[in-house]
Protein backbone atom coordinates (compact mmCIF):
# COMPACT_ATOMS: atom_id res chain seq x y z
CA UNK A 1 0.00 0.00 0.00
CA UNK A 2 2.67 2.20 -0.37
CA UNK A 3 2.44 3.42 -3.94
CA UNK A 4 1.71 7.42 -3.03
CA UNK A 5 1.23 8.89 -6.62
CA UNK A 6 -2.44 6.53 -7.17
CA UNK A 7 -6.12 8.02 -5.63
CA UNK A 8 -7.28 4.89 -3.88
CA UNK A 9 -11.11 5.23 -3.90
CA UNK A 10 -12.57 3.00 -1.00
CA UNK A 11 -15.74 1.03 -1.31
CA UNK A 12 -17.28 0.93 2.38
CA UNK A 13 -20.09 -1.04 3.60
CA UNK A 14 -19.60 -0.60 6.85
CA UNK A 15 -16.99 0.68 9.80
CA UNK A 16 -15.67 -1.10 12.42
CA UNK A 17 -12.05 -1.18 14.20
CA UNK A 18 -9.94 -2.53 11.62
CA UNK A 19 -11.17 -0.42 8.62
CA UNK A 20 -11.17 2.23 10.75
CA UNK A 21 -7.39 1.86 11.22
CA UNK A 22 -6.25 0.72 7.58
CA UNK A 23 -7.76 3.78 6.25
CA UNK A 24 -6.03 6.11 8.85
CA UNK A 25 -3.05 4.61 7.95
CA UNK A 26 -3.17 4.94 4.44
CA UNK A 27 -4.37 9.05 5.17
CA UNK A 28 -1.01 9.25 7.73
CA UNK A 29 1.07 7.74 4.40
CA UNK A 30 -0.06 11.32 2.93
CA UNK A 31 -1.94 8.62 0.33
CA UNK A 32 -4.93 10.79 -1.62
CA UNK A 33 -8.09 8.78 -0.40
CA UNK A 34 -11.73 9.07 -0.82
CA UNK A 35 -14.62 6.61 0.23
CA UNK A 36 -17.70 5.90 -1.79
CA UNK A 37 -20.23 4.43 0.26
CA UNK A 38 -22.40 1.46 -0.36
CA UNK A 39 -25.65 1.14 1.02
CA UNK A 40 -24.99 -0.27 4.48
CA UNK A 41 -24.68 2.11 8.01
CA UNK A 42 -24.88 5.38 6.12
CA UNK A 43 -24.37 8.17 8.55
CA UNK A 44 -21.84 6.59 10.94
CA UNK A 45 -19.68 6.83 7.46
CA UNK A 46 -20.34 9.75 6.65
CA UNK A 47 -19.65 10.97 10.14
CA UNK A 48 -16.24 9.45 10.41
CA UNK A 49 -15.53 10.55 6.60
CA UNK A 50 -16.01 14.42 8.02
CA UNK A 51 -14.37 13.92 11.15
CA UNK A 52 -11.27 12.91 9.02
CA UNK A 53 -11.81 15.22 6.08
CA UNK A 54 -11.89 12.62 3.71
CA UNK A 55 -14.31 13.33 0.38
CA UNK A 56 -16.69 10.42 0.18
CA UNK A 57 -19.29 9.67 -2.68
CA UNK A 58 -22.76 7.96 -2.61
CA UNK A 59 -23.57 5.59 -5.16
CA UNK A 60 -26.52 6.99 -7.31
CA UNK A 61 -26.65 9.90 -5.10
CA UNK A 62 -25.78 13.37 -3.85
CA UNK A 63 -22.68 13.66 -1.84
CA UNK A 64 -19.53 15.58 -1.86
CA UNK A 65 -19.58 13.77 -5.36
CA UNK A 66 -21.56 10.83 -6.89
CA UNK A 67 -20.56 7.70 -8.30
CA UNK A 68 -22.62 6.23 -11.10
CA UNK A 69 -22.87 2.52 -11.84
CA UNK A 70 -22.48 1.31 -14.58
CA UNK A 71 -26.31 0.23 -13.83
CA UNK A 72 -26.80 3.90 -14.20
CA UNK A 73 -27.57 4.25 -18.37
CA UNK A 74 -29.36 7.27 -18.46
CA UNK A 75 -27.12 8.97 -21.21
CA UNK A 76 -27.07 12.83 -19.80
CA UNK A 77 -27.16 13.82 -16.36
CA UNK A 78 -27.39 17.61 -15.20
CA UNK A 79 -25.83 16.68 -11.77
CA UNK A 80 -22.41 18.43 -12.77
CA UNK A 81 -23.89 21.51 -14.47
CA UNK A 82 -26.49 22.09 -11.67
CA UNK A 83 -23.48 21.66 -8.76
CA UNK A 84 -20.14 21.57 -8.47
CA UNK A 85 -19.79 17.95 -7.12
CA UNK A 86 -16.94 15.38 -8.48
CA UNK A 87 -18.94 12.52 -10.96
CA UNK A 88 -17.14 9.41 -11.40
CA UNK A 89 -18.67 5.97 -13.16
CA UNK A 90 -17.80 2.25 -13.72
CA UNK A 91 -17.42 0.78 -16.67
CA UNK A 92 -16.85 -2.66 -17.96
CA UNK A 93 -16.75 -2.27 -21.80
CA UNK A 94 -16.59 0.17 -24.44
CA UNK A 95 -20.08 1.04 -24.73
CA UNK A 96 -20.48 1.68 -20.62
CA UNK A 97 -17.37 4.21 -21.22
CA UNK A 98 -19.50 6.04 -23.51
CA UNK A 99 -22.22 6.36 -21.72
CA UNK A 100 -19.96 7.63 -18.91
CA UNK A 101 -18.47 9.83 -20.81
CA UNK A 102 -21.86 11.17 -22.02
CA UNK A 103 -22.89 11.67 -18.57
CA UNK A 104 -19.38 13.87 -18.33
CA UNK A 105 -17.79 11.37 -15.14
CA UNK A 106 -14.52 12.87 -14.22
CA UNK A 107 -13.29 9.59 -13.07
CA UNK A 108 -14.35 6.34 -14.98
CA UNK A 109 -13.98 3.15 -12.95
CA UNK A 110 -13.06 0.04 -15.60
CA UNK A 111 -13.42 -3.31 -14.00
CA UNK A 112 -12.35 -5.79 -13.68
CA UNK A 113 -8.82 -5.69 -13.88
CA UNK A 114 -8.10 -8.82 -12.13
CA UNK A 115 -9.70 -12.19 -10.70
CA UNK A 116 -11.92 -11.63 -7.77
CA UNK A 117 -15.07 -13.75 -6.80
CA UNK A 118 -18.06 -11.53 -8.94
CA UNK A 119 -16.67 -12.43 -11.98
CA UNK A 120 -15.25 -15.45 -14.08
CA UNK A 121 -11.41 -15.92 -15.41
CA UNK A 122 -12.83 -15.06 -18.96
CA UNK A 123 -13.93 -11.60 -17.56
CA UNK A 124 -10.62 -10.42 -16.41
CA UNK A 125 -9.27 -7.76 -18.02
CA UNK A 126 -6.04 -7.99 -16.94
CA UNK A 127 -2.92 -5.00 -17.25
CA UNK A 128 -2.74 -5.86 -21.44
CA UNK A 129 -6.58 -5.46 -22.42
CA UNK A 130 -7.22 -2.85 -19.79
CA UNK A 131 -4.28 -0.83 -21.62
CA UNK A 132 -5.62 -1.48 -24.93
CA UNK A 133 -9.07 -0.73 -24.07
CA UNK A 134 -8.37 2.63 -22.20
CA UNK A 135 -5.61 3.53 -25.63
CA UNK A 136 -7.95 6.76 -26.79
CA UNK A 137 -9.54 7.57 -22.89
CA UNK A 138 -9.12 10.80 -22.21
CA UNK A 139 -10.92 10.63 -18.99
CA UNK A 140 -8.96 10.26 -15.60
CA UNK A 141 -8.91 5.74 -15.16
CA UNK A 142 -9.25 4.46 -12.32
CA UNK A 143 -8.60 0.22 -12.18
CA UNK A 144 -11.09 -1.47 -10.38
CA UNK A 145 -11.64 -5.52 -9.47
CA UNK A 146 -9.47 -7.86 -7.20
CA UNK A 147 -6.80 -5.41 -6.62
CA UNK A 148 -4.73 -6.61 -3.45
CA UNK A 149 -1.00 -6.71 -2.40
CA UNK A 150 0.37 -9.04 -4.37
CA UNK A 151 -0.70 -7.46 -7.84
CA UNK A 152 -1.01 -3.59 -6.40
CA UNK A 153 2.45 -2.85 -7.89
CA UNK A 154 1.40 -4.01 -11.76
CA UNK A 155 -1.32 -1.17 -11.46
CA UNK A 156 2.05 0.97 -12.36
CA UNK A 157 1.66 -0.52 -16.01
CA UNK A 158 -1.49 0.72 -16.53
CA UNK A 159 -2.20 5.01 -17.39
CA UNK A 160 -4.46 4.32 -14.58
CA UNK A 161 -4.56 7.40 -12.05
CA UNK A 162 -6.35 5.80 -9.16
CA UNK A 163 -7.68 2.87 -7.85
CA UNK A 164 -10.84 1.49 -6.00
CA UNK A 165 -10.81 -1.21 -3.63
CA UNK A 166 -12.99 -3.05 -0.59
CA UNK A 167 -10.80 -6.22 0.43
CA UNK A 168 -7.35 -4.67 0.68
CA UNK A 169 -8.71 -2.20 3.25
CA UNK A 170 -11.23 -5.08 4.87
CA UNK A 171 -8.65 -7.88 5.07
Known amino acids: M ?11 EELNEKIIKNIIKLKKQRIKISIIILDKNFLIIVKFAKKERIPFFVINNRAQGVFLTNKYKTPK ?13 SAHNQLEYYIKKKQNCNTIMLSPIFFNKKYSLNKILHVNKFNLMTLGWKNNICALGGINLKNLKLINLTKSKSIAVKSLITN
Request: proline letters at 0%.
Open 2 to 12: KNNKLHYYIFV
Open 77 to 89: NNIKETTKLEVIG
